[in-house]
């Protein structure tokens, strides 16, 4: 059974850095990625970070690219999302989601091509 479990939210002081994970159990396919995708109140869920297990490419929107890295371990079992110089603008909850693809046309890494969601993580940042 596939599962993906967040973990990590909290609340911290604008400029803080904080790290989340996205634990995964039951994947079987080699052709997979896992995205971080957050939504605050009242406003649509946008991506965050893309990461093709495959070939550990990424991606990040505009937004937070320079502050955030996406990453994950040997194993492949975690996924961690490490945010940096965090403000306000950044409180929301944030879900890990998986995407299988064809690996003739890669990840679309879009909130419309993920299959699997996890069940979220809360980040609040404020003074």
């Known amino acids: 059974q596939l599962q993906l479990v967040e973990s990590g939210g909290d609340l911290v002081q604008p400029g803080g850095s904080l790290r989340l994970s996205c634990a995964l159990s039951?994947?079987?396919?080699?052709?997979?990625?896992i995205g971080w995708f957050r939504q605050a109140p009242e406003k649509g869920r946008e991506g965050v970070s893309c990461?093709?297990?495959?070939?550990?490419?990424?991606y990040y929107p505009d937004s937070v690219k320079d502050r955030f890295i996406v990453s994950t371990e040997g194993a492949k079992r975690t996924v961690y999302l490490q945010m940096n110089n965090l403000n306000p603008e950044d409180t929301s909850l944030y879900y890990c989601?998986?995407?299988?693809?064809?690996?003739?046309?890669?990840?679309?890494?879009?909130?419309?091509?993920?299959?699997?969601w996890g069940g979220g993580t809360l980040v609040s940042v404020s003074t």
């Open positions: 989601a998986a995407e299988f693809f064809d690996p003739d046309f890669g990840a679309d890494c879009q909130v419309a091509g993920v299959h699997f």
């Open positions: 039951g994947f079987t396919s080699d052709y997979y990625a």
């Open positions: 990461l093709n297990m495959n070939d550990f490419t990424t």
